[in-house]
């Protein structure tokens, strides 16, 4: 029970996070909406991590097409257009979900199929089932650059680049995702879908003092918010540049900043630590996992959520470039965080599955 007592600890730091962040904002509603959704992913957590992953196996090809369906509806009028992404769909006044998040739990177990289920005689997936791996995960990232939404691409591919590896496929067809990542961008940029602000994020890496007031504004504040909280932070709710709300989005993707400041170098340095042992968890069950399907799943599990985590601390720190990626467990948003529990409990179905057929050996 270590990796959901890890993600419990997460998720209650980052409702604290959120609270500060929020506290001085006209609607107080920000912390009870991240409450619920944390419940909400606690109880669906506990429920996933008792399920048996030959049942959820039965339903996986049900859950692919209704990512697959959503993603396609953020595309029409029932999609909503939020920081210039196209990546949401509004259910009723204030209730509103991003499909891409639901569809990274689909991808994972949806390549599971084709790369965990081995044939008799295999020692490692065939040239058939890597290519119906990228068939199934060209679908929703194609969705997604129509978006258009860079970090969840960075994730997908992640997860496509990490199940692959994990299955022990043949090394080459990792080539084989990296010149097709590098021709979706050549052909996104014909499109006209790779916009302006995108290359000119790029180029606040290269000389941030350049660009501070403008594009490179965010990644400016950030730096400024995570230098100034020292070594133990300036305690919680107590920061003023939180209080000030120059860092945008600081509830959100900006989530980092805010323990920067208040908890300090410390704080900020217990959450990677937190999120480094939950992922080096992952990573055993993975290893340790009895069946290829329960390997490629926790593999990509963990590629999803190590890919975010780095991109997001990365894009604080001014390491990486701002793009919209949430800390897992952390960051404010009910979808996020929804997803990342029902991952957590997806690693310990393929633990407690193991762990259940060590028990069956015994007897």
């Given at each position: 029970?270590?990796?959901?007592?890890?993600?419990?600890?997460?998720?209650?730091?980052?409702?604290?996070?959120?609270?500060?962040a929020?506290?001085?904002?006209?609607?107080?509603?920000?912390?009870?909406?991240?409450?619920?959704?944390?419940?909400i992913?606690?109880?669906?957590?506990?429920?996933?991590?008792?399920?048996?992953?030959?049942v959820?196996?039965?339903?996986?090809?049900?859950?692919?097409?209704?990512?697959?369906?959503?993603?396609?509806?953020?595309?029409?009028?029932?999609g909503?257009?939020?920081?210039?992404?196209?990546?949401?769909?509004?259910?009723?006044?204030?209730?509103?979900?991003?499909?891409?998040?639901?569809?990274?739990?689909?991808?994972?177990?949806?390549?599971?199929m084709?790369?965990?289920?081995?044939?008799?005689?295999?020692?490692?997936?065939?040239?058939?089932?890597?290519l119906?791996?990228?068939?199934l995960?060209?679908?929703?990232?194609?969705?997604?650059?129509?978006q258009?939404?860079?970090?969840?691409?960075?994730?997908?591919?992640?997860?496509?680049?990490?199940?692959?590896?994990?299955?022990?496929?043949?090394?080459?067809?990792?080539?084989?995702?990296?010149?097709?990542?590098?021709a979706?961008?050549?052909?996104?940029?014909?499109?006209?879908?790779?916009?302006?602000?995108?290359?000119?994020?790029?180029?606040?890496?290269?000389?941030?003092?350049?660009?501070?007031?403008?594009?490179?504004?965010?990644?400016?504040?950030?730096?400024?918010?995570?230098?100034?909280?020292?070594?133990?932070?300036?305690?919680?709710?107590?920061?003023?540049?939180?209080?000030?709300?120059?860092?945008?989005?600081?509830?959100?993707?900006?989530?980092?900043?805010?323990?920067?400041?208040?908890?300090?170098?410390?704080?900020?340095?217990?959450?990677?630590?937190?999120?480094?042992?939950?992922?080096?968890?992952?990573v055993?069950?993975?290893?340790?996992?009895?069946?290829?399907?329960g390997?490629?799943?926790?593999?990509?599990?963990?590629?999803w959520?190590?890919?975010?985590?780095?991109?997001?601390?990365?894009?604080?720190?001014?390491?990486?470039?701002?793009?919209?990626?949430?800390?897992?467990?952390?960051?404010y948003?009910?979808?996020?965080?929804?997803?990342?529990?029902?991952?957590?409990?997806?690693?310990?179905?393929?633990r407690?599955?193991?762990?259940?057929?060590?028990?069956?050996?015994?007897?």
């Amino acid at each position: 029970m270590i990796v959901p007592g890890l993600a419990v600890a997460l998720s209650g730091t980052g409702l604290l996070l959120v609270w500060s962040a929020t506290r001085t904002q006209p609607d107080q509603s920000l912390l009870v909406r991240q409450a619920v959704a944390v419940g909400i992913g606690l109880a669906l957590m506990w429920l996933v991590s008792r399920l048996d992953l030959r049942v959820l196996r039965a339903y996986v090809p049900l859950g692919y097409a209704i990512a697959v369906g959503s993603l396609v509806g953020v595309l029409t009028p029932l999609g909503v257009r939020v920081n210039g992404q196209h990546s949401w769909i509004v259910l009723a006044p204030g209730v509103q979900f991003q499909p891409a998040e639901f569809a990274k739990l689909a991808l994972v177990l949806a390549l599971a199929m084709p790369l965990g289920e081995l044939r008799e005689g295999e020692r490692r997936p065939g040239f058939g089932a890597v290519l119906t791996a990228l068939a199934l995960a060209a679908i929703p990232m194609a969705l997604i650059v129509l978006q258009p939404d860079p970090g969840t691409l960075i994730v997908f591919c992640a997860i496509l680049a990490g199940v692959i590896l994990v299955s022990g496929a043949r090394l080459r067809w990792l080539a084989v995702l990296a010149f097709g990542a590098a021709a979706t961008v050549v052909a996104a940029w014909q499109a006209g879908l790779v916009r302006p602000h995108h290359v000119e994020r790029l180029m606040v890496l290269a000389d941030p003092a350049s660009y501070a007031s403008g594009i490179g504004y965010n990644a400016a504040q950030a730096r400024i918010a995570i230098g100034s909280g020292g070594l133990a932070g300036k305690g919680l709710f107590n920061g003023e540049q939180t209080a000030g709300h120059f860092v945008p989005e600081q509830h959100t993707d900006f989530i980092f900043t805010v323990a920067g400041e208040e908890l300090g170098f410390a704080g900020g340095a217990a959450i990677v630590v937190l999120l480094g042992v939950l992922l080096w968890r992952g990573v055993g069950i993975a290893a340790r996992s009895g069946s290829p399907y329960g390997r490629v799943v926790a593999g990509g599990v963990v590629c999803w959520l190590a890919a975010q985590s780095f991109v997001n601390v990365g894009m604080t720190l001014g390491l990486l470039p701002i793009i919209g990626v949430p800390l897992p467990l952390v960051s404010y948003g009910g979808s996020s965080t929804v997803a990342c529990l029902v991952a957590v409990g997806l690693l310990e179905a393929v633990r407690r599955g193991r762990a259940s057929a060590w028990a069956r050996d015994l007897r």
